[in-house]
């Protein structure tokens, strides 16, 4: 007899989301276990084997979803809870987040779940739903080859949060489609993408539309900037930025459109599992760079000749161009010489001849993060090439003539026999990009934004008990003698509630973040018990809703000048929320967009800003320059094409009444004034405008502008 499903069945009872917890993602388990004194059981490759088995068995996956909704061994809830009428919206679906959604939705409430980053669709066949929200009949996985994609071609479908664009290598990200696919199949859920929380959609907003609940599980944003000479010159920049740009534009795949130049030596500044995957993620992306890059400069110089393909480049430019085609040249000339020898060619010593990938920690490698929490990652990419310098705090950034890195400047640090540390002679190391490792912090942004409704307590937000009195949560443990996941109540009743990095309890890591979620549903669900539903409407007709609210689709796209074009999107909620002087974030998705022979049209998340809004029409206007390879592609999009406009985002322009106020416009950046100037004059101030332009031809939108303004001055280079 086959055991497997058994043994699943019993592992999914405390850990339904097993599919998200397992092998290489952390070492948590193994470093409790009791054998300390001998190699420890490894129970995530334990939990990942026993997945595993179940999924290769015919119709596998739909074994385990099965196993996860009725679970015979699962004593306290062997099947999903009768409808609660209650709905509960989920801001970010990272690991926490998308765990909450799974129990809450077991429990018997409708889910919403929203997320800032784009999050590709999947085909209707396999998740029972398009890109427009409309359900549809879905067909079962007979074997998970059907779901399975090549690591290294896959598209960044942007659900799973850190578990999509942080952990990189160390994980199969296939195992993200089984859990999407877990919550999406399910009509008491929804989920959009590029909805920014606290811009496209309030608290009160949530409150408005019939949620009877808000959850935060937007993890950790604020990466840690270190303070030094030269710290955010061209070259450096912090590792989750590298990270998260390098997932989700594409740029990493060979067939993208993105570009992220990435010059070698790096130097990673960090010791945490955070550098680990930026310094190996760091060292295979710039291979597949130069020769992207090689092979379009000659399929350039091919169909318009070297002076057309060079002709636009600066001396820094030209240099390293230059650099990177001599690059890709070696490394082309050492995979045919391995081809001939019938042997693997040796990319990695071209890498480190060319000044290779380093970490630098200020400790031992047997302090840092990354060994006592997995060292198996540390052996991993030492084995792949990455060089660990021990000890070396870093002082200062060398830039050269243009203003680019040139190399780092460190401290050497020494433990004495007393055990403490003290700084010695100073170390520099050659270094074209420098990649800053060195933390995150809390995503409290909303307490900025909104003080009354998220307030602090240090750097986490402030918890309170089921009577909205402050309480004090246990700080840095996953298993607290007492959840306290409740961040503020309402008047009427209504919570919100908040898990993983933001919390103090569950920060740190993927497992916690799950384990938060799994630890504090019940807490939820027994506040919402109190209430009645804060909407009488069917799920159909609230889904309904938020599928016009929160679906951007082009509504048209107008030729102003001969680079410029004006892309009118259809995104109610977006033109609702939207301030002058707040901007948009503007992508197509992967799976939508059209294909070369070798190159996939994916547009990079283009900053735009609002040029007007519609409301009552549900239209923003965003100006597009056409000046590289994403914003010229603004120009295909075709009516009625489904599209991500994250925002309105950053802080809206300060109207002021009963003044005059002087607007300075040069080219597209008169874009931005449209609004501002309009709003100004409501407000009774006298605007004076002055547009500047290259040439005549360039003007654009002159209506909307002369509307904006008492007074304007047009300015052109031209005689």
């Known amino acids: 007899r086959d055991w497997s499903s058994d043994v699943c069945s019993s592992d999914l009872v405390d850990n339904p989301m097993a599919a998200g917890t397992g092998h290489r993602i952390c070492n948590d388990c193994m470093k409790a276990c009791i054998y300390q004194r001998q190699d420890p059981v490894d129970i995530p490759q334990v939990e990942t084997r026993v997945l595993k088995d179940v999924l290769a068995l015919p119709w596998g996956f739909e074994i385990y979803s099965l196993l996860t909704r009725w679970n015979p061994l699962n004593l306290r809830t062997p099947y999903p809870k009768a409808p609660s009428g209650k709905r509960v919206l989920i801001v970010g679906m990272g690991p926490a987040g998308f765990t909450l959604a799974h129990f809450l939705m077991n429990d018997g409430h409708t889910v919403v779940g929203i997320d800032g980053l784009k999050i590709e669709p999947l085909a209707p066949a396999l998740s029972g739903i398009d890109a427009r929200g409309k359900r549809s009949a879905f067909n079962p996985v007979r074997d998970i080859a059907m779901l399975h994609e090549e690591l290294d071609a896959r598209t960044m479908a942007g659900f799973g949060g850190v578990a999509e664009y942080g952990i990189t ?54 990466p ?60 295979a992306y710039y291979t597949v760079q130069v020769e992207k890059f090689l092979q379009r400069y000659e399929t350039l110089v091919t169909e318009r000749g070297e002076a057309a393909a060079r002709g636009a480049w600066t001396d820094e430019e030209r240099a390293v161009a230059d650099e990177f085609l001599a690059h890709a040249r070696a490394i082309r000339e050492e995979r045919a010489a391995a081809a001939k020898a019938g042997r693997e060619p040796d990319v990695l010593s071209l890498l480190r001849k060319w000044g290779g990938v380093t970490i630098a920690y200020r400790r031992r490698l047997i302090d840092s993060p ?28 060398d830039v050269d003539v243009g203003g680019a890195v040139r190399a780092i400047r460190l401290v050497r640090q020494t433990l004495g026999e007393d055990g403490k540390w003290s700084a010695g002679g100073e170390v520099e190391l050659p270094a074209r990009s420098v990649l800053v490792a060195a933390g995150t912090q809390p995503n409290t942004v909303l307490a900025r934004e909104d003080a009354a409704h998220f307030p602090l307590d240090g750097k986490y937000f402030r918890a309170c008990d089921e009577e909205g009195n402050p309480v004090k949560p246990e700080a840095s443990i996953s298993k607290p003698t007492e959840e306290r996941v409740l961040l503020a109540r309402r008047d009427d009743g209504r919570f919100v509630s908040y898990f993983g990095d933001v919390h103090p309890s569950f920060f740190g890591n993927v497992v916690k973040a799950m384990c938060g979620a799994r630890q504090g549903y019940p807490i939820i669900s027994r506040v919402l018990a109190n209430g009645k539903p804060a909407a009488a409407q069917n799920d159909a007709a609230f889904f309904a809703g938020l599928n016009r609210d929160l679906r951007p689709v082009i509504h048209e796209v107008v030729r102003l000048t001969p680079n410029i074009v004006e892309v009118v999107v259809h995104a109610p909620q977006a033109a609702r929320s939207f301030q ?39 239209l923003v ?28 985002t950053g802080s809206a322009t300060e109207i002021t009444a009963d003044e005059t106020v002087v607007l300075v416009g040069g080219g597209l950046g008169n874009a931005v004034l449209f609004s501002i100037g309009q709003a100004l004059r409501r407000a009774g101030s006298k605007v004076l405008y002055f547009a500047g332009y290259k040439r005549v031809i360039d003007r654009y939108k002159v209506a909307e502008i002369e509307a904006a303004a008492d007074v304007i001055v047009w300015c052109c280079d031209e005689a």
């Open 224 to 283: 840690t900037v270190l303070d030094m000479p030269n710290g955010l010159a061209r070259g450096v920049r912090t590792a989750s930025d590298f990270l998260m740009a390098l997932q989700l534009t594409g740029a990493a795949k060979k067939d993208s459109i993105a570009n992220m130049q990435l010059r070698l030596p790096v130097v990673v500044i960090g010791g945490g599992l955070t550098a680990i995957d930026t310094a190996t993620e760091s060292l």
């Open 169 to 222: 290598v160390r994980w199969d990200k296939n195992f993200l489609k089984l859990i999407r696919l877990l919550l999406e199949r399910r009509n008491q859920f929804a989920m959009f993408g590029g909805v920014r929380f606290g811009g496209t959609l309030t608290l009160e907003d949530a409150y408005a539309m019939g949620f009877d609940h808000v959850a935060l599980a937007i993890g950790a944003g604020k």
């Open 370 to 397: 990354s060994y006592t929490l997995n060292h198996e990652e540390v052996q991993k990419a030492l084995e792949e090439g990455i060089w660990f310098a021990e000890c070396l705090s870093p002082t200062a950034i």
């Open 580 to 618: 002058p002087g707040q901007f948009y974030r503007l992508q197509n998705f992967e799976t939508l967009a059209p294909k070369t022979a070798d190159t996939t049209l994916n547009m990079e998340g283009l900053a735009l800003t609002g040029a007007w809004v519609a409301p009552e029409k549900g």
């Open 621 to 648: 206007s965003t100006i597009v320059l056409e000046m590289g390879g994403s914003s010229s592609l603004c120009a295909q999009l075709k009516p009625g094409e489904p599209v991500v406009l994250m925002g309105p």
